[in-house]
C-alpha cells in the first residue's frame, strides 16, 4: 500500500514566523510531488509542484525534496493570519497516474 | 480560463436513493479524477477517467460508477446511498496522462445522505 504520511497538527505558529510542513511517502518510485492549501469546507488549492531533489521557491512559500529520504517538506516564510488552514501533501504513485494525499497538516497562524 | 466546475454544489439524499454529481474539466484536460472527503478525513481516490476510459479505481464498492463522456466532463454516480456516503466529492483535472502533470481542484459537491 502506497503511503503519505502527514502530522496531523494543529502547528501553531506567531505571525510572521516560518512555519515548517512535512510529509513523508513510502513509494520510492514517486517522481511528482505536489503541495496543496485546503481552506475549511473548501477544495484543495495548489501551492506548488516539485519534481527534483533541492529546493523551490515561489514567493513565501519553498519546497523542499529529498528522494533518498523520501521526504518532502513545505516552509510559509512570513507567516500570516490568512495561510491558517490544512496543507495537504499528494504523491504521484509510480507505475499508476493516481494521487496519493496525506491527510493533512492543520496550521494556525496567531496574531 | 475557467476552472474545474462541478454541480450540484449541495445536495440533500435518503438513504438508498441514487446521485448523480457532475463534473467539467479544465478546457484542454483529458484526464478526470475524482475523490471523497468525508468530514475531517483525508481524500481518498475514487476514480481516474482518461480519454473517455475508467484507467483506475480506488477501494469502493461497485455502487460508486462514473463514465466521462467525449467532451471530457464526467459524472460519478452513487446507487443505493448509506449514511457515510455523506461527503464532499471533489473533481479534479489535469492535461494528460503524462507524468508529472498537476491536477487541479472543482469547488465539489456536498451530499448528505440523511
Known amino acids: 500500500q502506497k503511503e503519505v504520511e502527514q502530522n496531523s497538527g494543529p502547528l501553531s505558529v506567531p505571525e510572521g514566523a516560518i512555519a515548517s510542513l512535512n510529509c513523508t511517502y513510502s513509494d520510492r518510485g514517486s517522481q511528482s510531488f505536489f503541495w496543496y492549501r485546503q481552506y475549511s469546507g473548501k477544495s484543495p488549492e495548489l501551492i506548488m509542484s516539485i519534481y527534483s531533489n533541492g529546493d523551490k521557491e515561489d514567493g513565501r512559500f519553498t519546497a523542499q525534496l529529498n528522494k533518498a529520504s523520501q521526504y518532502v517538506s513545505l516552509l510559509i516564510r512570513d507567516s500570516q493570519p490568512s495561510d491558517s488552514a490544512t496543507y495537504l501533501c499528494?504523491?504521484?504513485?509510480?507505475?499508476?497516474?493516481?494521487?496519493?494525499f496525506g491527510t493533512g497538516t492543520r496550521l494556525k497562524v496567531l496574531a | 480560463e475557467a476552472g474545474v466546475t462541478q454541480s450540484p454544489t449541495h445536495l440533500i439524499k435518503t438513504r438508498g436513493q441514487q446521485v448523480t454529481l457532475r463534473c467539467s474539466p479544465i478546457s484542454g484536460h483529458t484526464s478526470v479524477y475524482w475523490y471523497q472527503q468525508a468530514l475531517g478525513l483525508g481524500l481518498q481516490f475514487l476514480l481516474w477517467y482518461d480519454e473517455g476510459e475508467e484507467r483506475n479505481r480506488g477501494n469502493f464498492p461497485p455502487r460508486f460508477s462514473g463514465r466521462q463522456f467525449p467532451n471530457y466532463s464526467s459524472e460519478l454516480n452513487v446507487n443505493a446511498l448509506e449514511l457515510e456516503d455523506s461527503a464532499l466529492y471533489l473533481c479534479a483535472s489535469s492535461l494528460d496522462q503524462s507524468s508529472g502533470n498537476t491536477i487541479y481542484f472543482g469547488e465539489g459537491s456536498w451530499l448528505t445522505v440523511v
Open positions: 499528494a504523491v504521484k504513485a509510480s507505475g499508476t497516474y493516481k494521487y496519493i
